[in-house]
């Protein structure tokens, strides 16, 4: 089977293009990337003018509930999501029931994503059994299993010994360890940033010294183990200086930014809308502009949605009662262009890598690029296409994104998996 995607602008970081021309898929894999390609009768033509064409989006840091929270989400919906949301692969965190701790575990979700047939679903095992933070887990066992990272997301590794060792063992698989920034003794019982509007609001803050204490811990046993870290959901200025610093001086440091730290502050809480409680809490407009400067200038390696569906009750209750977290697969891309590529904060180009060569990197996929003859992994987004977010609407059981109402434009125009279309226009095919 051949494809001729015609006429888009291309995008593709790993080899440094940027031009007008087509895109020739045959048998799944890329054919040819050229300003003029023809490809004879036997080839669909998908006409691209106007559209922006990238090698699939990767998403590394999603949590698809799956096993046991299937009332947030199922692997089902939640590789449904991604696909309309433009992501060709997502790695998912480890905080299941039971937990991601084991080769069983591990090998259930690669089978179920394989089972659906739409995105590439990498799973993430975690750093310590049943992420208690004490014994660390049996990660060639998670490697065979078909695990790409370690994490104990949603969990701080408290014990600094433990974090070391963990660092040392998974330096043999060359896994990158994710680390969950927070020291749970100075955020416990917190709701949100701690700074004006969190007096103002009478909640409880948490203050941005929680994540950076860690980072710095973590940077610092890195240094010492030679090892690779990989900072989740970066947050405040502080810990963005502290890993340019470490990168500056060569560790093996890397780290991710969400669409909603770069776009949104803790004012937003006014309301007491329970859609803005994420873990690590929105923050204050000079840690937001630092983060899209970091982005910009290359500190910050990925984007990532950290993806968290939670059924309404939990949502739609007191604010100290409600769960953390934003279900943000399908409105990242266009948050992202709405908020930092059309009001020229962040170039296009940038955030194609930062969702393309920076996640395969950090999880040693062999994914990103439009290089002929790799998997022809494709997102092409729509940069003129606006439309109302409606979270009712979403394929994710989690409709809990703060976005609701509002009109984002940038939407994904088709998402191509192995050459395959499995999402257009919003809708699976």
């Given at each position: ?149 370690i994490s104990d997301d949603g969990k701080p590794v408290m014990n600094a010994e433990v ?267």
């Open positions: 089977m051949k494809l001729l995607i015609k006429g888009g602008r291309i995008i593709d970081p790993a080899n440094n293009l940027d031009m007008t021309g087509d895109v020739l898929i045959e048998d799944g894999l890329i054919k040819a990337v050229a300003p003029a390609i023809t490809a004879g009768d036997d080839a669909e033509v998908m006409d691209a003018a106007g559209l922006i064409v990238c090698p699939g989006f990767i998403d590394m840091h999603v949590h698809l509930r799956e096993p046991g929270f299937e009332y947030k989400e199922t692997i089902a919906t939640g590789v449904r999501a991604a696909a309309v949301g433009g992501f060709t692969t997502v790695s998912c965190m480890p905080n299941t029931d039971p937990v991601c701790d084991n080769r069983a575990v591990a090998s259930f979700v690669v089978e179920a994503a394989r089972r659906e047939g739409l995105v590439n679903v990498h799973p993430i095992g975690c750093i310590t059994k049943g992420q208690q933070g004490q014994e660390i887990t049996e990660m060639a066992a998670l490697v065979e299993a078909g695990c790409v990272g974090m070391r060792r963990a660092l040392e063992y998974a330096l043999m698989f060359k896994l990158p360890v994710v680390s969950h920034c927070e020291d749970a003794n100075l955020s416990e019982g917190g709701q949100m940033h701690e700074g004006y509007y969190s007096t103002l609001y009478g909640l409880k803050g948490i203050p941005a010294v929680a994540e950076e204490s860690m980072v710095a811990r973590d940077i610092m046993l890195t240094r010492m183990t030679g090892s690779r870290l990989h900072i989740a959901h970066i947050s405040t200025r502080e810990s963005l200086e502290l890993v340019r610093k470490a990168k500056e001086s060569g560790i093996n440091v890397s780290c991710e930014v969400t669409p909603h730290h770069l776009t949104l502050t803790d004012k937003e809480l006014a309301e007491y809308d329970t859609d803005y409680k994420v873990n690590p809490p929105l923050r204050s407009l000079e840690h937001v502009e630092a983060l899209i400067a970091g982005l910009r200038d290359g500190t910050i390696d990925c984007l990532a949605s950290d993806h968290a569906p939670h059924e309404k009750e939990v949502k739609d209750c007191e604010f100290n009662l409600a769960a953390f977290g934003i279900s943000g697969l399908e409105t990242a891309v266009p948050v992202v262009f709405t908020h930092l590529v059309a009001t020229g904060k962040v170039d296009v180009n940038t955030v194609v890598k930062a969702w393309t060569v920076g996640p395969a990197r950090v999880l040693g996929l062999d994914r990103g690029t439009l290089t002929p003859g790799k998997v022809a992994d494709i997102t092409i987004i729509d940069p003129n296409e606006s439309r109302r977010v409606d979270p009712q609407q979403f394929y994710s059981k989690g409709k809990n994104n703060p976005y609701k109402g509002m009109n984002l434009k940038g939407w994904p125009y088709a998402t191509l998996v192995n050459g395959r279309v499995i999402a257009w226009k919003g809708q699976l095919v």
